[in-house]
């Protein structure tokens, strides 16, 4: 009984913050769904289900599921299986420099993401940029504009999320691959396997909890995208790089439609919680470790 108090004890202080901080925003978020209010002294107004039907006629919401969607497809797998490949070259005995390839690779990781933003902003700038002055050097007269002009924007944010992500599944999987017993490797080699085959049937499938865990919360982390869009193309976002984390923020913060934004938030909630069932319905289904 002694040790079950203390065990309470020791877990009530990050319990308390867990709830002040997450768990009652969600429930106040989720109950101002069903509200119109936009803030001041006017009295919230019951709407109920109006504001998840009004989704369904929106066409922006649409435009901003269907590219977090299409930013979670195209940034995930990329980074994963990059990131894979590089440790399993880093890994490699003939490897030379893998504490500073480990390092190099991985220092986009703790730059602040807004510096990122501002420096791969400046780059792709159409007047200033880096990219556009070095493709008029060469002939090039007229560049795209690549924040503003079609797809180009939302192309950029993808490659930038998955040269800022690389480095940090490129360190999990280097923790992962160390563990793989080498005797496994000589066997192959003396069984007359080839590098492609061990990289098949040894290496991938002994890293499979790990590409789990890094498959389940990048997602997550890609359903929330919005400081990379909202610094890169501030203020001129259009069809194709509004995503649903910034169409919540300009509700709440440039509409005060502060319902509206609540339902965003659920929605975007639901997504996520639909995603990592599934994908941990998957795991389970197949028998590999979550």
């Not at 990219?131 to 007229?142: C, I, P, T």
């Not at 005797?183 to 080839?194: C, M, Q, R, V």
């Not at 061990?198 to 498959?215: A, C, G, N």
Request: aromatic residues 14%.
């Amino acid at each position: 009984m002694n040790h079950n108090a203390s065990a309470y004890r020791l877990i009530a202080f990050p319990l308390a913050v867990l709830m002040v901080f997450t768990l009652v925003p969600t429930v106040l978020g989720m109950g101002l769904s069903v509200f119109e209010w936009g803030g001041g002294a006017d009295a919230p107004r019951y709407v109920g289900l109006a504001h998840f039907r009004a989704m369904a006629g929106d066409e922006t919401m649409r435009h901003a599921l269907v590219n977090t969607l299409g930013y979670v497809a195209l940034s995930v797998p990329p980074t994963i299986l990059l990131a894979f490949l590089l440790a399993v070259a880093v890994d490699a005995d003939w490897f030379v420099g893998k504490a500073v390839v480990r390092a190099t690779i991985f220092m986009p990781t703790i730059v602040s993401i807004v510096a990122i933003g501002f420096v791969w902003r400046w780059v792709l700038d159409d007047q200033a940029g880096l990219l556009n002055w070095g493709l008029r050097a060469v002939g090039v007269a007229d560049p795209p504009n690549w924040l503003i002009d079609g797809r180009w924007p939302m192309a950029w944010i993808i490659l930038v999320a998955v040269w800022r992500g690389v480095g940090f599944c490129l360190v999990l999987y280097l923790a992962a691959l160390s563990s793989i017993n080498r005797n496994l490797y000589e066997a192959a080699a003396i069984d007359g396997a080839s590098r492609s085959q061990i990289l098949r049937f040894i290496t991938w499938p002994s890293v499979r909890p790990m590409t789990v865990f890094l498959v389940i919360t990048s997602v997550i982390a890609a359903l929330q995208v919005f400081d990379l869009v909202y610094i890169m193309t501030p203020g001129r976002e259009n069809q194709y790089t509004t995503v649903l984390n910034l169409y919540l923020y300009r509700q709440f913060a440039e509409f005060a439609n502060f319902g509206y934004a609540a339902a965003i938030g659920i929605v975007i909630f639901a997504i996520t919680l639909v995603f990592t069932a599934v994908q941990l319905g998957w795991v389970r289904w197949r028998g590999g470790a979550a």
